[in-house]
Each structure stands twice: as C-alpha cells, then as structure tokens.
C-alpha cells in the first residue's frame, strides 16, 4: 500500500538514504560547477567517474586498503581531467563533442578492464560508517544525519567549503573571471588558460571520487556501466542549481531523494511498475532542465575556446 510510505520508520528510511545517495552526485556537481564557471564544460563525467570507480574498487580487492582504492580513484580521475583540459584547452575542440569521446573512452575502458581482470561481479570492505558520538544519539536528526561513511561527510563539508573559496578568495574570482569574460581576466594578468586546466582536472578528481563513493562505499561492488548516466544528471545538476553550491545542493538532494524514494517503492513491494519507479529520476532531469534553468546566471564564455588577443 502507499500508506506504507508514510511510516514513520520507513521516512527516516528514505531520508538516510537520500543523504547516503547524494554523495556521488555532490562530489560530480560541485567538480563540474568549477570547470563550468571557468568556462569549460565536459560532458564526460560520467565516463570519469566509472573509471574512478573501477580503478577505486580493483585497488581496494586488491589490497583491501579502502584509502588506497580511493588515492587510485582521484590519480584516475586527475589523468581523464587534465586530458579533457588539454583537448579542450590546448587543441580548441568542440568541448561538447570532446566531452561525449571522453565518456564513452571511460565506458568503454571500464568495461573492458573489468572483463579482463576481474571477469566476474566481487565484492569489497570499503568505507564503513563512522557514528559521531553524541550527534548521532539525537533522536531521528542523528540517524538520518551522522551515521554515515567518511566519504559522505567531506561531501557535504564541501558546499561551504567551495561557497567560501568562490566567493571571498582571489582564486574565486579569477574562476568566475574566466568564465565571464576571459579577455578581461587575462588583462588584468590572469592565466585564463591556467584556470580553466587546474578546475578541468580538479573536476575529473572529483568526478573519480564520485565513481570511488559507489564502489567502495555506497555500494562496495563494481558492475559494468553502474553510474548508469549519473555523470548526465550531475552535468544538469549544474544548470539546477544555478551554478552555486548551494543550489548544486539541493538538487543533489532532490535527486538522491528521489532515487532512495524510488528503492523503497521496490522494498515495499507498492504496486508501482518497477520501470516507472527507476524512471523518476531522468523524468525529473528533463523536468529540471525545462522549468529550473536560470540562464541569466550561465557563465558568458562557457564552452568558448580562448586564446591571447581574441576579443
């Protein structure tokens, strides 16, 4: 029944999940939110981020170390974001279609890696969940809130933590600069090009360390194509959220709210399609996307080549 989602036991339920959901889609969002307000969009977060989860998941079978898993997953994500830069940056292509070769090079890549050495589904002991004394004794808001896996806490720490370096330091403004108006920025001494590559491949990091969170944290399994085009949704996440961290995160919410709505529609046997539930998550995208974009606040030179003495 559908009263059976009202439960107060099955609320907290879908709350916990939620937060413990939108861990992957922070970590991909708030990576793309500085490539895009530096003026580079990449498309292929996805791509980097079954790489990073594959690369997170093989190191942590191998040596049952989680950290390690998730050192292996940022160099990944590092490497797959500084080549987006380079193709971006250095060689001028079409950052849309660059963006979908880099997806499909990591959907690709992962799948064949895991067919060659793992060659069947296994699982690990990652990231176990850290309870934080006293917060988590608060009754419902503890549960719901601190009783999670490392990974999970640095997510959300970093939406203050990017909102302050974006709006009161001299590297925000340079960001913001380079992707309003680069010729500006660059007369004022600006490396715009410098810019763009360190948030490009600090985008791949986090996108690596989204891959990590559902390999070797979320879920502590790898399966081929697992994101399942939550590098896509994270990518419209952006646009959501007006290009701020705090609208990044409440869609990331929304989404993962969604998503943990979806599970438990599934758990408790609703009499719900199973297709229609899964689907809820990319209907509300398109949605997002039709009603939620604020193009007034997109960054002016986004997806704009750059180069010295270019108006």
Avoid at 68 to 86: N, T
Avoid at 151 to 175: C, E, M, R, S
Avoid at 208 to 234: D, H
Wanted: glycine content about 12%.
């Amino acid at each position: 029944m559908i009263a059976d989602l009202f439960t107060p036991a099955v609320l907290i339920g879908i709350a916990t999940s939620g937060i413990r959901l939108a861990t992957p889609y922070l970590y991909a969002t708030i990576g793309e939110t500085l490539g895009q307000l530096s003026g580079v969009l990449n498309l292929g977060v996805d791509g980097i981020m079954l790489m990073g989860a594959f690369a997170g998941f093989y190191v942590t079978f191998s040596t049952g170390q989680p950290f390690l898993g998730l050192l292996a997953a940022i160099v990944v994500g590092a490497l797959m974001g500084f080549s987006m830069a380079v193709i971006s940056i250095a060689f001028h292509a079409d950052q849309g279609i660059s963006g979908i070769g880099v997806y499909l090079f990591g959907l690709g890549m992962s799948d064949l890696l895991f067919q060659k050495i793992m060659g069947t589904v296994e699982t690990v002991r990652g990231f176990t969940a850290v309870r934080i004394p006293l917060l988590a004794d608060i009754p419902v808001v503890g549960e719901i809130l601190f009783d999670h896996n490392i990974l999970v806490y640095i997510a959300f720490a970093l939406i203050p933590l990017t909102t302050l370096i974006l709006d009161k330091t001299t590297w925000g403004l340079q960001i913001k600069a380079a992707g309003q108006n680069p010729a500006a920025a660059d007369s004022v001494g600006v490396n715009v090009k410098r810019v763009r590559y360190i948030t490009v491949t600090l985008g791949g990091v986090f996108s690596g360390i989204a891959g990590a969170s559902l390999s070797i944290a979320l879920l502590n399994v790898f399966q081929m194509n697992m994101t399942a085009g939550m590098g896509f949704i994270a990518v419209a996440l952006v646009y959501f959220g007006g290009w701020r961290p705090k609208g990044v995160l409440l869609g990331s919410l929304l989404f993962s709210l969604v998503n943990a709505l979806q599970n438990w529609v599934q758990v408790l046997n609703i009499p719900i399609p199973s297709d229609f539930a899964v689907m809820m998550p990319y209907v509300l995208t398109i949605l997002a996307l039709i009603f939620a974009v604020r193009k007034v606040n997109q960054p002016a030179a986004l997806s704009k080549a750059f180069e010295r003495g270019e108006s």
